[in-house]
């Protein structure tokens, strides 16, 4: 069990800036993300796009904004579990939540602040009948420690720039890496598709378009793929792989946490923006592009203003009958922040 003050479920903007502003207040925090990396949004979907309107940075891509978010709240240690879903909330006799994942882990806290924005960001899977007899036995809808890969035979499957991106990684550490993609044409970036070209063309990548996978042979492991090329469409063959990884792209959707028995509107959660960003469930706050109220603006800036109010309001659950005096980071540095008049 994974104990915190504040369980932050979202380790996008919204969630990391929480993690520096209970920081100041002496909470601990520990973070749950369904994708393997922090930054939501900017570091999923737009990593190398400038954002202009942060305070302070004319221009700053989201990737770096991401890296200077990590960088400001690592005094305070937050914990991670990345690559696993939120799944369910339970609230215990003491007034604490416990929240577990899809893949069993749990944890416990007297605050939760959802920060999922969209939601959660799923993986789009292949229409292969049998693919689901064999997840996390050899097929992976998204890399998380590459060197598992090592001395292995890969197959990537997808036009994008995560498939062409990973080929090309990968290219260095598995045995071999082969690319599937059903048109001769990719989406990425034209940098990406001219490596992966040049890679080919040394025997680094094994390139097989236009076509698709239509099947996986394997019994407890994944054996080898089936792949059906759209030229000849009599014409089916085996790849032999240890792994088969699909990288079509993630679509966020709010997922369990729909769920929880939280007020929902349009797809967002409701709360009360004259205080906190607290849900109709006390203890449980909602903040970023997940919440709605009126007026409610899908902006980074937004996120860092809700979560800084919603941290007031943690403390005096985590520290009941405490008082809380605000106190500038100018005056007291961040070490001297302890939340109460000295
Ligand atoms: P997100 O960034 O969406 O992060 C939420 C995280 O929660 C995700 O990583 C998700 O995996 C995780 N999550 C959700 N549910 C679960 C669950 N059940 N279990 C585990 N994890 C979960 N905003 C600006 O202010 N300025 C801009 O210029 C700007 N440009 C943009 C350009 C593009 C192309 C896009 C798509 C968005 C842009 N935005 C911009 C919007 C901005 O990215 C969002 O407002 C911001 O990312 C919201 O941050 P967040 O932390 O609330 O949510």
Redesign the pocket.
């Known amino acids: 069990m994974i104990t915190t003050d504040i369980l932050i ?7 990391l800036f929480t993690v520096f502003e209970a920081g100041l207040l002496k909470l601990k925090c520990h973070l ?4 393997p990396q922090q930054g ?3 570091t ?3 990593p190398k ?1 400038p ?3 942060i305070p302070a940075y004319p221009e700053i891509l989201a990737g770096d904004l991401t890296d200077k978010l990590m960088e400001q709240c690592k005094q305070f240690e937050p914990g991670f579990t990345l690559g696993e ?2 799944e369910t909330i339970e609230k215990q006799e003491d007034g604490t939540f416990i929240v577990t994942t899809n893949k069993g882990t749990k944890h416990q806290a007297p605050v939760v602040a959802i ?7 799923e993986p789009r899977k292949p229409l292969i009948h049998n693919i689901a007899d064999f997840e996390d036995k050899g097929v992976e809808y998204m890399i998380k420690e590459p060197e598992m890969y090592r001395g292995k035979n890969v197959v990537i499957a997808g036009g994008g720039d995560s498939a062409l991106d990973w080929s090309i990684f990968l290219s260095d550490v598995a045995k071999s890496v082969t690319l599937i993609h059903r048109r001769n044409e990719f989406r990425g970036h034209l940098d990406s598709v001219e490596k992966v070209q040049e890679l080919k063309n040394k025997g680094k990548i094994n390139l097989i378009t236009p076509a698709e996978v239509i099947g996986i042979v394997g019994d407890d492991k994944v054996k080898a793929i089936v792949v059906k090329q759209a030229q000849h469409i009599e014409k089916e063959f085996e790849v032999k792989c240890d792994h088969f990884i699909p990288l079509f792209g993630l679509s966020p959707k709010l ?3 729909a769920n929880w028995g939280l007020e929902i509107e349009k797809n967002a959660i409701k709360v009360d923006n004259s205080l906190d960003y607290q849900t109709n469930i006390p203890g449980i706050f909602a903040i ?3 919440n709605t109220y009126p007026g409610k603006l ?4 937004c ?1 860092f203003h809700e979560a800084t109010l919603m941290c007031q309001s943690a403390y005096k659950i985590v520290n009941p009958g405490k008082r809380y005096v605000l106190k500038y980071t100018t005056v007291a540095g961040v070490d001297g922040f302890d939340g109460s008049r000295k």
Do not use: W
Not at 9 to 15: H, K, Q, R, S, V
Not at 115 to 121: H, N, P, Q
């Open positions: 479920i979202g380790a996008g903007p919204t969630g749950i993300d369904a994708l939501g949004q900017c999923e979907l737009y796009k954002i202009y309107d879903r939120a920060a999922g924005g969209l939601g959660s960001f997922g369990p946490i970023g592009d997940v899908k902006l980074i800036l996120g």
